[in-house]
């Protein structure tokens, strides 16, 4: 298996534009994460999902952030308008059940200028 | 929210010595995990311990967990250079929804 897959792994982007990030769990993954890494707030769960449904999106900072995963193999997350304080790193994490470790992916760095 | 608070924010030492971590963390859990991430990289799962569980080995890794003071320890055996990453206890909460909430971590810089 190659792992969770994140794309892109790099996005500079203007501020007030679109962004959107893709994550490829594990095949067989029942569980989907989407974290926020930044220097000042650590990581901050986003939104999980379990079997394709969003099960706690607490995490989602303002409207202007939304996820979604259509099926079990492909999850996005998408900012608009995305603004400078976006700027993080943004990980997508699957596991196989309630009580196993995650699986990481690489990350995608964005820069929002 | 941040659950796990690790101790010391930052540890360097000399290949061969121990490195020792700790996490405390709030609520009630029903797991608790150590993570490794290497600098510009994902999170890398290490260990994995359960609630009802009190110590735990993996390889050169040696996690206790003491759920009446709310703390979990992490000892690195003999340390490498390429052990030198970041270390962050993640938390699973009593209601087993299966999400993790991770602490600030700990910097170990391992030098040759």
Known sequence: DAGVIQSPR????????????????????????????????????????NNNVPID???????????????????????QPSEPRDSAVYFCASSLSRVNGYTFGSGTRLTVV | SQQGEEDPQALSIQEGENATMNCSYKT??????????????GLVHLILIRSNEREKHSGRLRVTLDTSKKSSSLLITASRAADTASYFCATGPSSNTGKLIFGQGTTLQVKP
């Open chain 1, 57 to 79: 999106d607490s995490g989602m900072p303002e409207d202007r952030f939304s996820a979604k995963m259509p099926n079990a193999s492909f999850s996005t997350l998408k900012i």
């Open chain 1, 10 to 49: 790099h996005e500079v982007t203007e501020m007030g534009q679109e962004v959107t990030l893709r994550c490829k769990p594990i095949s067989g993954h029942d569980y989907l994460f989407w974290y926020r890494q930044t220097m000042m707030r650590g990581l901050e769960l986003l939104i999980y999902f």
């Open chain 2, 28 to 41: 009630s859990i029903n797991n608790l995990q150590w993570y490794r991430q290497n600098s510009g990289r």
